[in-house]
Each structure stands twice: as C-alpha cells, then as structure tokens.
C-alpha cells in the first residue's frame, strides 16, 4: 500500500496530557484537587492516559468528560449515526494496535473516520492514514462507547488481548476503592445528581428496601422512582454522600443533616443531606437548591398583578408582621428569599434565623438553629433585637415564644417575616390565637396574610383543548372567573416524561389587614372576613386554567373546590 501525503487531514490531536484537560475539570469542579492528582500519578506509571484514568476510577462521568475534552481541544464530537455503525476488521490494521491506542476506525467508500478517546498525539492519524492510504476525520466519543467498539472488534476471538496498563492499574484502584472512594460508587452518585438536576428535580430520595436500592426524584412535587440497583451498593452510596456533607460515615443509628455544595452541568447546586435510619438501612434524601435558577425577584415568581402589587405594598411599610401560609413544599421559602431580595441594600439591616438556611443571599446575616445547644428560634430572636436590625425573617413560627417575640419585634418599630402551617390566609389568626398569642396583639401587629400552592404547569407540547363542561362552567361563573371558550387538559409526550406537565407555579391568596379586619381579628372571627372570589386560591387557579397554564385537575387536587 502506498504512503499518500495527507496535507488536508481535517484534525490533528495535540498535546500529550493537555494541561488545559485538568484545569478546565477543577475549573468546574467536576473533580478535587487530590483526586485529580493521584490520577496523574497512576497515568504516568502505567502508561495509561489521563482520561481513561479518570473514567476508569469513575472520578469523573464519561460525559462530562466529552464535553471537556471538546471544549479544550475543538475536535468535533462523534454524531450519533456515526455511533450506530458498527465497526469491521480491516485488512492491514491490527486489532491489538487498535486496543493499545483505544481509537476505533468506521469506513465507508465515501469517508473515513476514527472515533478517539481522549487527546494523544502518538502518530495514530498518520498511521491509521498511511494504512487506509485515504485522509481519516477524528471524532471525539465517550470513553464507555471506545470500549464497546473495541469489544465489537474482538469477538471472533482475539478478546483475549489485555489493555495497556491494566495490572498496574488494578493495584492502583484497589488501594484508592478503599471504603467510600470505591470508583463505581463515586461514578453511581455523580450520575444520580447529574440527572436530578437534568430531570429538575427537587429532591432525591435514596432508600434501602428488603431486596433493593430505590432512588426516587420528586419532579414538579410529585415522587417517582427512577432507578433501582443491588442492595449490596446502599451502604458504599450512604458513606459516600455522608463525606460530601460533611458528616459521620461511622454513625448510622441516629439521623444526621449536612449540605454539599458543587457544580453540575455548569450549575452551581445547594444540596441540603438528611439521613435517617430505616429498617433496611439508612435513607437519605437530598434536596436541590439551584442558586443560578432560583426565581429571587419578586415579579418572576409568576404571581397576578394585583396579588403582586399587594405584596409589594406591604413590603414597603416600615414594621408589622407578614406571613406566608400553607403545607411543605408550597414555595412559601421561594417567596419569602425574593421578599427579601427585593429589601436588602446597604442601608437596610435584614436578619434571618431558619432551620436550616436553604440559600445563602449576599448582605444578609442568616442564622442556622441548632436547638440541642440551645439556639433555638426563640433564644435567636432575643439576640437579635440587640443587633439592631430593621427587618426580621423567622423561617417559621412554631410555638407560643416564638410568635409572641416576633410580634413584639413588630411593635417595637421591625418589619417581621414568617411563615405559619395553616389552610388559608384568614385561618392564620386563629392559628395565633391557637398558639397563646393574644387577639389585641395580633390585630394591632400583622399587616397582610399570605396563602400559597403550587401547581403544575401543563406541557406546551402535548396539552389538550376541551370545551368546559356544566360543572367547570358553573365554578368559573361562583368565582368571577371569565370563562374561555377551551381549556386544557394533560396528555403526555417525550418532553414531560409522559406526564403532561413542566414546571410549577404559584397560587396566592393576599389578604392585607383593613379596618374592618382588624376588628374581626379581635374579636376572634376573622376566618368569617368576606375575600373578593377572583383573588382566592381557587379564583388564581381558574384564571390559570382559562389561560391554559394548568389543568382543572390540578388545581382540585391542591385547593378545595368546596
């Protein structure tokens, strides 16, 4: 065969490691410092090259790997019917050349391509070049799929012949598997964030059953399992995610709570860990908090105009009391960060105490309770009102102590925020009075009630008009709802998971302290105030409805239609 002169090869592989691969993996910390350094040591004495290293510990996941190397070196990225081919023997090109240098050759009449690895530079092109006696385009493809491809070209029986490195590399791994460093469990937590984040997830439930681990995301608040492995892997993932957040990996018998804080898929992602033990194990559940994603401005949290500019209103007053109402997982924390988002600057001090603190905001001095020192809401409370603030934010009003602290912060000149378990804006008066605090106090301190939901936004891909029937028709006339001639109802495609939703948004109910409610309050029948129907919980869901944001579905199944 002869030896062409290819001066128009389209690519060419550079440099032997490529420093710019490592800094951009810390860069985006995809991998520790430590890790990444006790993988180069073991490429350099095995011969192995630094990505397979990487992929092979499970330091760091093959696509993320990909998107690197792409991005540091421009080499196009296999597309996916290149992948599909299936790799044949050539004549001239040896199987073992091929699995030494992990590159996989894909020739038709018309083109002829390799698919590569990583970024090595050892003169493959040109021999692979000289062999063909044709040019060859490189093209860039995950690791796991290099292998696979190198198998399909083993299987009439050379698959005998060993990977470079591989005995030195098997020592090496045992001594880094040990305990939680095991590379498929570091690999198995990596792709169960990654594709919480992908799905948006809000939570990721991982727990051990008889015969099984179940993890389970809570997708726009509702739970679904997403993936089952061996029972044997629950403990390595349980130790694994304890030394992320922090915790005790030998201590499994008492819960614990921690947070991780990293960056997937350019993200930078608030992981609040919880564990706890269960029959079977240990069960862990981590939620999500993305910074870059979290609504902070109050005119993007999606609210009507005329609840939006209530809240505004009584934003703006200088002291007093607002609560946000309604049951875990309504967004009432969402709300009360965009509150304070919308109040801080430099000449306003903003104190927070929560349990635990789910978003750090810049200006803003927050106070995470550990009550078993004896910081508890209340104990915080007292210290602040040392601290000269001029806004409070009490995560949530749970006892007697803590309600009536916050209402004589209100009455001593502080705008206080909280939050209240209650059904309704109106039904948090009675919950003050429940918990000791006295009708005069309460009357003369909060300013404005806040009740909140959240829905499921319909899929814009697959979402069904219908025409209303007499039922939906009568609703939408009792609540002051203009009727549209369709609404919509869920079906289910590819883009929701077969779901029929994407996203949520809020429902609100404001309820701002007048004259005539005051008076109720203090006589101890405010639930009996008389509210505009259009501006409830089931008013805002119908104006969704008829604009085609939700179904009627979704807004009976969190509001009573009653």
Not at 18 to 41: F, Q, Y
Not at 71 to 81: F, L, T, Y
Request: proline residues 6%; hydrophobic residues 40%; negative net charge.
């Amino acid at each position: 065969m002869q030896n062409p002169a290819f001066s128009d090869t389209i690519f060419v592989l550079q440099g032997s490691d490529l420093p710019s691969l490592s800094d951009h993996l810390l860069e985006h910390e995809l991998i520790a410092l430590p890790e990444l350094e006790k993988s180069t040591r073991i490429a350099s004495e095995t011969g192995l090259r630094l990505p397979w290293v990487l992929s092979q510990m499970g330091l760091v996941n093959d696509d993320d790997l990909l998107a690197a190397l792409h991005e540091v070196s421009g080499c196009p990225i296999a597309a996916p019917g290149l992948l599909d081919s299936r790799p044949e023997p050539l004549d001239g090109i040896s199987p073992h050349y091929l699995r030494k240098h992990r590159v996989v050759p894909l020739v038709t009449e018309k083109e002829a391509h390799v698919l590569v690895g990583d970024l090595e530079d050892d003169g493959v092109i040109d021999a692979l070049q000289f062999a063909l006696g044709r040019p060859v385009e490189a093209r860039l493809a995950r690791l796991g799929d290099i292998e696979d491809r190198l198998n399909q070209y083993l299987e009439s029986g050379d698959d005998a012949v060993p990977m470079p490195g591989e005995a030195g590399l098997d020592d090496e791994l045992e001594r880094l598997r040990d305990g939680i460093s095991e590379a498929p469990v570091i690999r198995q937590v990596h792709e169960i964030l990654t594709n919480a984040v992908k799905r948006k997830a809000s939570d990721v439930h991982i727990e051990p059953m008889a015969r099984h681990l179940s993890v389970r995301y809570r997708i726009d608040g509702r739970l679904s399992e997403v993936e089952r492995h061996p029972a044997g892997i629950a403990e390595p993932i349980a130790s694994r995610i304890k030394v992320m957040a922090g915790l005790d990996i030998s201590e499994s018998r008492l819960p614990q709570d921690g947070r991780i804080k990293l960056t997937v898929r350019g993200e930078d992602i608030d992981i609040r860990v919880s564990t706890s033990p269960i029959a079977n194990g240990e069960s862990i559940v981590m939620r999500l908090l993305g910074r870059a994603s979290l609504p902070l401005e109050l005119d993007a949290l999606g609210l009507p105009a005329v609840a939006l500019e209530k809240l505004q209103f009584a934003l703006q007053k200088p002291h007093g009391i607002i609560l946000l109402t309604g049951p875990t997982g309504s967004g009432k924390t969402t709300t009360l960060y965009a509150a304070m988002n919308a109040l801080r600057g430099p000449e306003v001090k903003i104190l927070t105490v929560e349990d635990p603190v789910e978003v750090m905001l810049e200006g803003i001095n927050q106070v995470q309770v550990h009550p078993e020192i004896g910081l508890s809401y209340a104990s915080s409370l007292r210290s602040f009102l040392r601290q000269d603030p001029d806004i409070i934010m009490i995560g949530e009003i749970r006892d007697g102590e803590t309600a009536e602290i916050a209402h004589r912060a209100a009455l001593t000149g502080h705008l206080v925020l909280s939050t209240l378990h209650t059904n309704s804006a109106l039904g948090a008066y009675t919950r003050l009075n429940d918990i000791g605090v006295e009708p005069f106090l309460v009357a003369s301190t909060v300013i404005a009630t806040i009740a909140q939901r959240l829905v499921r936004s319909l899929c814009d891909e697959c979402k069904t008009p219908i025409v209303p029937d007499a039922a939906a028709t009568e609703m939408f006339r009792q609540s002051n709802v203009d009727l549209p001639e369709e609404i919509f109802e869920a079906t289910g495609c590819s883009n929701c998971h077969n779901s029929g939703y994407a996203g949520r948004r809020p429902l609100i109910e404001i309820v701002a302290v007048d004259d005539q409610l005051r008076e109720k309050i203090r006589n101890g029948d405010a639930e009996d105030y008389p509210l505009e129907p259009s501006e409830t919980l089931l008013g805002h869901g119908l104006t969704l409805v008829g604009e085609g944001h939700t179904s009627l579905d979704e807004v009976q199944r969190v509001v009573s239609f009653s």
